[in-house]
């Protein structure tokens, strides 16, 4: 995820013997490729995936549904994506900026672990992938622009309703794809410290009806990529 330097002070980097300074048409210009690049090209992941891969035993109906339910998945991470990113556009602070990035740097192992996975099964990603992307960039736009402990409270929600939800595919998976099991088990592993740590720095609770409204964008989400 990109530094979490929003409105502050201009972005330098250095081009080898050349420091530019950034402006809003250069963000704008890097948050449309990094779009791109979620949306079209290949994840790759700075760990391996989580279990080696192997022959596959799984009837086709387990095929099926195991697809099925990487394709929520990776629907998902492309989502975690776009809401870290549109927090990046609108906060800034030093200690939340730091945990961003290590947290989006670990979402986008989880990007490719599902897009691999994915494939592996003969399966496709959501063509609604654009839409979840574009909403959840608007989201986390918003809650970066509502200050941090608002910020990383909408982290601690977002990443406590992913736990409970990759709970549940664990448990309908059963113990007929261990593979993709091993992937969603890692990934919760992750998510709960992702929202372990935005609580530790000062992350509130979010009023009732905001979490209720979290989690039926969830279900719409999760109810669509499952078929689309
Ligand atoms: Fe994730
Ligand atoms: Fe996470």
């Known amino acids: ?56 035993v799984l009837t086709e109906p387990q095929r099926t549904l195991s697809a099925r339910l990487m394709r929520v998945n990776h ?29 989006a740097a670990e979402e986008n192992d989880h990007l490719a672990w599902c897009e691999a996975r994915l494939s592996e099964l003969g399966g496709r990603t959501s063509v609604l ?9 608007a989201i986390g736009a918003l809650a970066g622009a509502l200050g941090n402990s608002a910020s990383l409270g909408f982290v601690t929600e977002t990443e406590r309703q992913v736990e409970l939800h990759l709970r549940g595919h664990m448990e309908r998976l059963g113990s007929a794809d261990p593979r993709s099991r091993a992937i969603l088990e890692q990934m919760t592993h992750d998510e709960v ?36």
């Open 193 to 228: 410290q992702h929202g372990a740590h935005a609580a530790s720095l000062g992350g509130r609770e979010l009023p009732m009806p905001v979490a209720v409204a979290m989690r039926l964008t969830s279900r719409l989400m999760t109810l669509s990529s499952y078929w689309l």
């Open 75 to 103: 629907s998902g991470e492309v989502a975690a994506q776009a809401l870290y990113q549109g927090q990046a556009l609108t906060a800034g602070d030093a200690a939340v900026s730091a945990a961003m990035r290590h947290a």
């Open 129 to 137: 992938n654009p839409l979840w992307y574009l909403g959840s960039l």
């Open 1 to 56: 995820m990109p530094a979490l330097s929003g409105q502050a002070d201009p972005i330098i980097y250095s081009v080898g013997m050349d420091t530019r300074s950034f402006g809003p048409i250069d963000r704008i210009f890097g948050q449309i490729d990094k779009a791109i690049k979620v949306l079209s090209a290949p994840a790759r992941p700075s760990r391996p995936a989580p279990a080696a891969p192997q022959a596959e």
